[in-house]
């Protein structure tokens, strides 16, 4: 068949596939070197592009927030280790974006001139570009499970503070069991799961327990402390 030899893009919950690479700050193991860690891995179309130049100091200077979540950050894209290094450098030395100047990329970025990174992530996507990676984004937790996956079009930039939101409400939903609901930001109510009994859901109606409350039986919220 003609696409045999084309991995099937990881979904969530899957392990994401591990891989060795080269990039700008020395070759990377994964999941070996990010143990207990979560991991945004995402893929640009091209060194040297406007959209991709704002994401890249975009994320550099989130990089510290998203370490404070205990989140590291990897880049790709299917230019090679030369073209990165000039292109980190010139976005350093030279652009200025909303404020941003001097911006310098510390996370690494991989150099996968053959694809295989990018395909084993279904990155490449040959309706869009036979010679692009899209703009994915795969958030991995320390298990290196896949927890969420974000694909943008070439022409599109990425909502960094809506990623940063989502490993923050997967992290939250991770400790405490619950769910956030629509446009949920840090500090508003959550989400308990739906009661799997009768009796749990009558007893959450009468509860009379004043940090939860209920719009129905099956929709329950947790209030969050101020």
Not at 148 to 171: H, M
Request: with cysteine; hydrophobic share 40%.
């Amino acid at each position: 068949m003609e696409n045999e030899n084309i991995a099937r893009m990881p979904l969530i919950g899957d392990t994401a596939p591990s891989f060795k690479a080269k990039t700008t700050q020395g070759e990377i193991r994964f999941p070996e070197d990010y143990k207990g860690k979560w991991v945004i891995l995402f893929s640009h179309p091209a060194d040297f592009t406007p959209v991709c130049t704002t994401e890249f100091m975009t994320f550099a200077r989130m990089h510290d927030e998203f370490k404070a979540l205990n989140v590291e950050l990897i880049g790709l894209s299917v230019d090679s280790l030369y073209a990165h290094i000039a292109w980190l450098r010139t976005i350093k030395e030279k652009i200025k974006f909303k404020g941003m100047e001097n911006m310098e990329v510390t996370f690494p970025l991989i150099e996968d001139i053959t694809m295989e990174v990018a395909n084993k992530f279904g990155m490449i996507q040959p309706n869009a570009s036979g010679t692009q990676a899209v703009r994915a984004v795969f958030i991995m937790d320390p298990n290196a499970k896949v927890r969420c996956i974000l694909y943008y079009p070439l022409s599109t930039g990425r909502n960094f503070d809506e990623i940063k939101r989502i490993v923050i409400a997967l992290q939250k939903a991770d400790a405490e069991g619950i769910a956030t609901p629509a446009d949920w930001r840090p500090g508003d109510d959550v989400i308990i799961p739906p009661p799997g009994s009768c009796g749990v859901a009558k007893e959450r109606m009468e509860s009379s327990d004043g940090d939860k409350y209920c719009l129905d039986w099956f929709m329950c919220f947790k209030k969050e402390k101020k």
